[in-house]
Nanobody
Framework: VQLQASGGGLVQAGGSLRLSCAASERTFSSYRMGWFRQAPGKEREFVAAISRSGGSTYYAESVKGRFTISRDNAKSTVYLQMSSLRPEDTAVYYC??????????????????WGQGTQVTVSS
């Protein structure tokens, strides 16, 4: 599957952005999806994940209550709504997909397909 992330940009602290990740396959509903981010000089870290049906969602503690992950299987797209943004949210955001079951969804090793990344910059 090919993933295309979009929606990044420059926003002031306290603002909002919505990221989108469009998948190339009609079998999108078979994939568990995740969002990760990587700040300069840091390792890629887990942000959020969503089950194949969208019925279950998971978040990193640092974004819980501020970010919402969702998906539209009919559009083969996963979203990340980000609110109350902080300067420390500045990073390149990546979407990822996996067909595997039983993997740790908060680990980069749990995913097999990655989008190209979209830059999010939060100014103070």
């Amino acid at each position: 599957v090919q993933l295309q992330a979009s929606g990044g940009g420059l926003v002031q602290a306290g603002g909002s952005l919505r990221l989108s990740c469009a998948a190339s396959e009609r079998t999108f509903s078979s994939y568990r999806m995740g969002w990760f981010r990587q700040a300069p000089g840091k390792e890629r870290e887990f942000v959020a994940a969503i089950s194949r049906s969208g019925g279950s969602t998971y978040y990193a503690e640092s974004v819980k209550g501020r970010f919402t992950i969702s998906r539209d299987n009919a559009k083969s797209t996963v979203y990340l709504q980000m609110s109350s943004l902080r300067p420390e949210d500045t990073a390149v955001y990546y979407c990822a997909a996996t067909l595997r079951i039983g993997v740790l969804i908060s680990s980069t090793r749990g995913y097999d397909y990655w989008g190209q990344g979209t830059q999010v910059t939060v100014s103070s």
